[in-house]
């Protein structure tokens, strides 16, 4: 399957913005989905996953509440509602699939990967 991330931008502190990823190539449906960020410098990290229908979602904790991850699989679509961003907010972010990630939470789970889209938080 091939991912494609879009949605990023400039945004102040505060606002929010929607991150798409766009699934070709294979049915998302048969994935489980997740979003990463990296900041520069910093290793990749789990921001929330998706089951592969949508029943089931987790979050990394300090982002619960103000990110929400939900899928379309009818437009083969993931999409990452951030809201309240905060400038350490800042980063590339990325969206991955797996059929079945061990722990969904670790970024060498994930066999497929979007390119990444920037996301940059003015204070």
């Known amino acids: 399957v091939q991912l494609q991330a879009f949605g990023g931008g400039l945004v102040q502190a505060g606002g929010s913005l929607r991150l798409s990823c766009a699934a070709s190539?294979?049915?998302?449906?048969?994935?489980?989905m997740g979003w990463f960020r990296q900041a520069p410098g910093k290793e990749r990290e789990f921001i929330a996953a998706i089951s592969r229908i949508g029943g089931s979602t987790s979050y990394e904790d300090s982002m619960k509440g103000r990110f929400i991850i939900s899928r379309n699989n009818a437009k083969n679509t993931v999409y990452l509602q951030m809201n309240s961003l905060k400038p350490e907010d800042t980063a590339v972010y990325y969206c991955?699939?797996?059929?079945?990630?061990?722990?969904?939470?670790?970024?060498?789970?994930?066999?497929?990967w979007g390119q990444g889209t920037q996301v940059t938080v003015s204070s």
């Open positions: 991955a699939a797996d059929r079945a990630p061990n722990y969904y939470t670790n970024p060498g789970a994930y066999e497929y």
């Open positions: 190539g294979r049915t998302l449906s048969s994935y489980v």
